[in-house]
């Protein structure tokens, strides 16, 4: 039976921080509030150093360690928050430090762990093939290895998340945590429940990863093969023993989300909250607008990180227009005369749509001779004033056809 962190566990790790780690602002949303229909406070944990909860767990596993267990130096298995945590809190500490990463990181999550002083190793497609690497490395090293959520200390230290949250809001009605391998909400419900176990927490993980979900449906860990996800933070194939044995009887309810409901989340954090979420971050805030559970209630989700890539970024930024209904991309075949493009843009500023990008094609195939391929990538208000636009352009017997 593994160890169990108890609540005196995420006091004593909250008493040993130091001015390392911030206690992470808590914000009322009226945007979300609106959206949802409950009353939505946002945990920016995304404020932490290093971008995300991590450095909690890793930095205090890190300071407890004696000379001798970390003489040979630390090693660790991340998709990159992790990662970053632990590499930043080694530097503090003068240890040598090794990251083993799959070899799909993000290259920014990659460079910001160099950027530490860490030794970055690629390999594997998953975390759980570069967690075999990690251990393969502290077999040969004698390194410390650093579990990413199932170890006590690391737990009790993202713990102290949910002590903060119920410092700040006091009659909080449910908290909203994501879950990869589920060490940030084993320790927020150890926390949280000690506290007030009338306060609900719910677990929210990607409907490619469901694997604690799976493991709390079958009563007992299991291993999925999991899908493709843009929430790499919470792609974990097989969640901890640890932190399954405490979720397993103190969570309330673990719910999923998809891609598409985590990248409008994130779009409106941008636009709205002027707050750069990554997708893992933005799962638990995902459900609630998606969903509306809990209308009425005080509710937190934990935005739990903030490192993205910034090409992903610039593609979640164009889906998220798109899906709003306020970038639309079309294909219009005209005849190759002077004046042929203007007749188009001035029925498109008719309607005042901006034009945001123009590209002419004289070459492809479906571009007949003494035509030319156009493709206009417009911004419109909303799908209101989108689909007005494309029943102006029918109306005026424009040939088009719309690609996103």
Known sequence: MPYITTYDDVVKAQKIQSNVIRKTSLTFSDTFTQLTGSTVYLKNEFEQKTGSFKLR?????????????????IVAASAGNHGQGVAYASALEKIKCTIVMPKNASPAKVAA?????????LEGKNYEESWAKAQ????????????AFDDPYVIAAQGVIGLEIIEQIPDVDEIYVPIGGGGLAAGVLTAV????????????????FPSMKNSLDSGKVQTIDGGFTVADGISVKTPGKQTFEIIKDGIDEIVLVDDDEIINAMFLLM????????????????????KKPSPGKKVVPILCGGNIDMYLLGQIVAKGLATMGRMVKIFILLKDKPGALKEVVDELASLSANIVEVIHDRLSSNVR????????????????HMDELIQHLKDKDIEFKVLT
């Open 369 to 384: 001779a003494g035509t030319t391929g156009v493709t206009l990538s417009l911004e419109t208000e909303d799908q209101k």
């Open 113 to 121: 762990i160099r950027g530490y002083g860490a030794t970055v190793v």
């Open 193 to 208: 429940k000690a506290k007030n176990p009338n306060v609900k927490i719910i677990g929210v993980q990607s409907k490619s």
């Open 57 to 73: 767990g890793a930095h205090y596993k890190i300071s407890i360690l004696s000379e001798d267990e970390t003489k040979n130096g």
């Open 136 to 147: 393969e490395i502290a077999k040969t090293t004698g390194a410390e290895i650093i579990h």
């Open 271 to 290: 636009e709205r909250s002027k707050s750069v979420v990554e997708p893992a971050g933005a799962a638990g805030l995902a459900y609630l607008i998606s």
